[in-house]
Each structure stands twice: as C-alpha cells, then as structure tokens.
C-alpha cells in the first residue's frame, strides 16, 4: 500500500507574512523544511506528500518548485495564483510546464467577503483550470459551505477538494449545521474532501480520539470512501498534538474500513485525484 499525506506545509518562518500564527501557536514560529518532515514520514509508514501554499504569493510556487525538485518524497504541489488577474490564463500556461505543480487554493476562509468565491473574476479564473488538468483546494470555514454548493455546480467537470472538512467548530461539538451543509456540497460527485485539520478545531489540550468520530461518520456517508483522503496539515497540527497522534487518531475512526478501502483512503484517492506518478 502506498501512503500519501495529502496534504502539509512548509515555510521558511516571516514574523510579518506569518503574523497568524500568534503567541498560542508558539511551537511553529520557525521554519519548517524537507528535512524536518523526512523522518515523521517515515515513521509513519508514508511513502510521500502533497505540499499545499501557506502564502499567497507567486514566490510561493517557486518555493515548493524547488523543494520538490530536491527532495522526491514531495509528490505534487498545490500552489497559488491570482484567479482574478488579467493574466492569469498565461500564468496557468506557465505553470503547466512544471509538473510537480498539481492545482491551486486561495485562502476563501480569510476573506472578508464570505462568498469571495462568486465573484465574476474569480469564477472566470476558475474556469480555466480544467483545460491545464489542475486541481482546486477549496480552504473555507462553515458559514461558506452555502456559497460553496452555488460555486462548485457551475463546474462539474472540475476536481475540487474541500481542505479539513471545511472546519467545523469540534471544541463545542457544533455539528447539525456544518453537518447539513456538507452534505449538500457532497452531492457533486466531481467534489473531494480531505480528512486533515481537525485538530485544530477541537479542544488543543484536551482532545479525545472519541471528539472526531462523529464528524468522519458524516463525511464518510456523504463522499464514500472513493472520494476522501488523509492529511495532517504539519506542522500546524502540532499547536493541538502533533503528527504522530493525528496518525493515531485518524487510524481510531477508520479502522472499520477494509484493506481496499485504507489502501484508498491512505493513499490511492489522493494518487488519483492530484495525478501523481
């Protein structure tokens, strides 16, 4: 079985770029590289990963271009570009060159206006992924799973993938709504989510593996297994336990599974799904 973490970060640490990370999430105030994940991998058994931006620059993209370039078990990047540039048909034509570039994201959670991703220009921007073969990630918080539905209908040929489960509020087991709305957006079949990030919706301190298992049980009814896939979010997960312990947890609430549906879920989905070699 071949396993793939669907989805971490790396960064070399900017106390101005990097000013969200506060005095709470100390621990990851300080680069995180190749290296440094290298041996969590392999102690975890996983053969490679998807490196996902962390900023929203095209700096970025080089960034992980070149980290990838050094170090194989980096399989695929998912990087950044401004959908609503006047250029950004000739920005995908250039980053189609590079195959280590596997789709994009923007960061829809941090935006003021909540259904940023209905936006005339953005929608266009999007629309031109699909003739490049790109992915999309799609970083939203739950009062934007409504908006996410309208967003996703208009491209049913497009692979998207919900990052963490679209954040539901796990510290004070919010679920009927968050729970409801996923549900809704799951219906497009071309639409994929990512069992990562959770963690850090819980309580940091003092989360059971018990707290999670009730959001899987929805998201693994809703997508089916073919359409879910394992990540960690490293290294912000380690503000709420760390690598090792979300591996730990997440292997809990899917050991009802069966051995084709772990190797899907571990590994294959996310081959399939970011085109990996």
């Known amino acids: 079985m071949y396993k793939i973490d669907a989805h971490q970060h790396f960064w070399k ?4 770029r990097d000013s969200w990370i506060n005095d ?3 621990v990851i105030r300080r680069d995180f590289l190749p290296p440094d994940l290298m041996h969590i991998l392999m102690h975890n058994h996983i053969d490679g990963c998807i490196a996902v931006q962390a900023s929203q620059n095209e700096k970025e993209n080089q960034f992980l271009a ?9 399989k695929g990047i998912v990087g950044w570009v401004d ?11 250039h980053y ?26 953005f929608l266009h921007g999007i ?16 009062d934007q799973l409504a908006y996410t539905q309208q967003f996703v209908a208009q491209f049913p040929n497009q692979p998207f993938v919900i990052d963490h489960i679209a ?29 990562s990030g959770m963690v850090t919706e819980a309580n940091w301190y003092g989360w059971e593996e018990e707290d999670f298992k009730p959001y899987m049980d929805v998201v693994f009814e809703a997508f089916g297994v073919e359409r879910l896939m394992f990540g960690s979010d ?29 190797n899907a879920f571990w590994g294959g989905n996310a081959i399939k799904f970011y085109k990996l070699d």
């Open 24 to 26: 709470e999430m100390e």
């Open 167 to 195: 954040k539901p509020d796990i510290k004070n087991r919010h679920i009927d709504d968050w729970a409801a709305d996923i549900r809704k957006v799951a219906q497009y079949p071309n639409v994929h989510c990512k069992i």
């Open 234 to 262: 490293w290294p912000v997960c380690m503000v709420a336990g760390g690598y090792n312990r979300v591996v730990k947890m997440v292997r809990y609430c899917t050991e009802q599974l069966s051995d084709d549906e772990k």
């Open 127 to 142: 629309g031109l992924l699909e003739q490049f073969g790109f992915t999309y990630d799609i970083l939203i918080f739950p």
């Open 66 to 74: 070149e980290l990838a370039n050094q170090y194989p078990f980096i």
């Open 83 to 93: 959908f609503q540039a006047n250029d950004v048909m000739q920005q995908l034509e």
């Open 13 to 16: 640490f900017d106390p101005v």
């Open 96 to 121: 189609s060159q590079n195959k280590n570039i596997k789709g994009f994201r923007h960061v829809l959670q941090g935006e003021p206006q909540r259904d940023f991703m209905l936006r005339k220009e």
